[in-house]
């Protein structure tokens, strides 16, 4: 008879405890920061040269960019890399370094806002050619860009891929200057292609991404433009993101004349719709 009541005392105390333990769990959830967003552009106090000049030893290594394989061809990727490097540009800014894209020939470039924002003095330097001054042509904060027009013309351009073609798991590669490492190569693969952070669509990568690469390109498989790399998680590693060139060209379009190539057949994969009707924010 009295072993009814103790039953009864434990079976209150553990229900008290296992209540308690999914409270503040709970609580614990609720009160997690939401993960920051670091813009990777470099900041230095020194100043050195905006990035090695035509001839330097980091260019006469590099490869010749060929031609894109045929569609019966996969590429190898140090044809992808090579043609990858020849439309990027490394930018300088007064105290801020990064990367750009050089999307027509006439002398326009895309970089990231935050890594000429403010800047009195923009400086330019094509792959395998000498530094160009620029200056800030038109502007867009919400997506974090900036389109550059520089005092001549440009020796390459980028070919514009279609980001509404990338599918998770599709392999990717960015090129920008981490840590004043100009013309540098990262690869890895689509995270999530479409997801949305206050209210704009990135492509989510597992890129290696470092201070440095904001404003680079992210390319394809055959090296084509598609998107521009942006910004990282703090205490993060693999989440990097960049917005897509399709989004990128269009809020440009009365400055530029250039427009993404035919988008290739869909892989047999779940239909874009489809994969945006799943995207969440973090």
């Keep these: 008879m009295r072993l009814a009541p103790l039953a ?3 079976g209150f105390l553990l229900t008290s405890y296992v209540l308690g333990v999914a409270t503040g769990r709970q609580e614990a959830v609720q009160a997690a920061p939401i993960p920051e967003r670091v813009p990777v552009a470099g900041s230095t106090p020194d100043a050195p040269s905006a990035a090695p000049q035509g001839g330097g030893a980091d260019v006469v290594r590099a490869r010749a960019p060929e031609a894109p394989a045929s569609s019966h061809e996969t590429p190898a990727w140090s044809s992808v890399a090579a043609r990858a490097q020849s ?7 007064d105290q801020s370094y990064g990367a ?15 890594v000429v924002d403010g800047a009195k003095s923009i400086t330019v ?27 001549q ?14 599918g998770v798991g599709d392999e990717v590669m960015a090129v920008g200057s ?31 991404i470092n201070v440095g690469n904001s404003g680079g390109p992210l390319v394809d498989r055959d090296g084509n433009v598609v998107g521009i790399v942006s910004f990282i998680l703090r205490d993060s590693q693999g989440i ?7 989004r990128a060209v269009a809020r440009f379009g009365e400055h530029l004349t250039v427009e993404p190539q035919r988008a ?6 779940k239909p874009a719709a489809a994969r945006r009707g799943a995207a969440a924010s973090l």
């Design 125 to 151: 330097t094509p792959f395998g050619a000498d530094a160009v001054s620029a200056d800030v042509l038109d502007t867009d904060r919400e997506l974090d860009l900036a389109l550059l027009r520089l005092v």
């Design 8 to 10: 009864i005392q434990l």
């Design 240 to 246: 990097s993101f960049a917005l897509p060139i399709d």
């Design 153 to 166: 013309p440009l020796p390459n351009a980028a070919i514009i891929g279609h980001s509404k073609s990338l």
């Design 264 to 269: 290739a057949p869909a892989p047999a994969r």
């Design 87 to 93: 439309w990027t540009v490394a930018v300088r800014a």
């Design 100 to 114: 750009g894209v050089a999307v027509e020939k006439a002398g326009f470039v895309l970089t990231n806002l935050h």
């Design 178 to 208: 981490p840590r004043k490492m100009y013309f540098s190569v990262s690869r890895g693969m689509v995270s999530f292609p479409n997801r949305f952070l206050d209210g704009v669509e990135y492509i989510q990568t597992d890129l290696p």
